[in-house]
T-cell receptor, first 114, second 113 residues
């Protein structure tokens, strides 16, 4: 058990739907991340939250909207997605003041957009 | 600029063979950290090892060993006597001064019985 949980594990949605991905970390960390992993592509960093403030947004389309209500929870709100958004979405957490920024990952949400 | 290159996209071996996964990195900083993660079919990335730039000692953990060479900017990972359970995607990653991890594209290892 890594201490980072994600729900749902699998999600199928139409292009007009609105859904949310949830991530929760039980490690007392102060930073959380969203990554996208598409087939045949490297892991893409989407968003970084440090102390509940967004510190990085890597040119992600506005149809992806993150929310970090507290240091233990991270959401990714999805709306009007495209089929090319189908991917594995991974959440991670870390303790930033360690310097090495070792990240602990959740099991991911496998998203399919029809 | 930081970059991690894993030139081997896919490797297939038979059980009990030794296999080495290559990782080459680029960074201008003198202080940085290197990682290896394993991603089994379940999808979760599992942390394997962290190494800082000032520690070039090689490390061995059971059947796993890591060879860090700053002179060639490489951090290679060897699995000795591979097993079917080692089948996974392996990622090498780099970070400096607490920035977000930069991942390589990953190497898919298939171990057959």
């Amino acid at each position: 058990e890594t201490g980072v949980t994600q729900t749902p594990r699998h999600l199928v949605m139409g292009m007009t739907n609105k859904k949310s991905l949830k991530c929760e970390q039980h490690l007392g960390h102060n930073a959380m991340y969203w990554y996208k992993q598409s087939a045949k592509k490297p892991l893409e960093l989407m968003f970084v939250y440090s102390l509940e403030e967004r510190v990085e947004n890597n040119s992600v389309p506005s149809r992806f909207s993150p929310e970090c209500p507290n240091s233990s929870h991270l959401f990714l709100h999805l709306h009007t997605l495209q089929p090319e958004d189908s991917a594995l979405y991974l959440c991670a957490s870390s303790q930033e003041n360690t310097g090495h920024n070792e990240q602990f990952f959740g099991p991911g949400t496998r998203l399919t957009v029809l | 600029a930081q970059k991690v290159t894993q030139a081997q996209t896919e490797i297939s071996v038979v059980e009990k063979e030794d296999v080495t996964l290559d990782c080459v990195y680029e960074t201008r900083d003198t202080t940085y950290y290197l990682f290896w993660y394993k991603q089994p079919p379940s999808g979760e990335l599992v942390f394997l090892i962290r190494r800082n730039s000032f520690d070039e000692q090689n490390e061995i953990s059971g059947r796993y060993s890591w060879n860090f060479q700053k002179s060639t900017s490489s951090f290679n990972f060897t699995i000795t006597a591979s097993q079917v359970v080692d089948s996974a995607v392996y990622f090498c990653a780099l970070t400096q001064a607490g920035t977000a991890l930069i991942f390589g594209k990953g190497t898919t290892l298939s171990v057959s019985s």
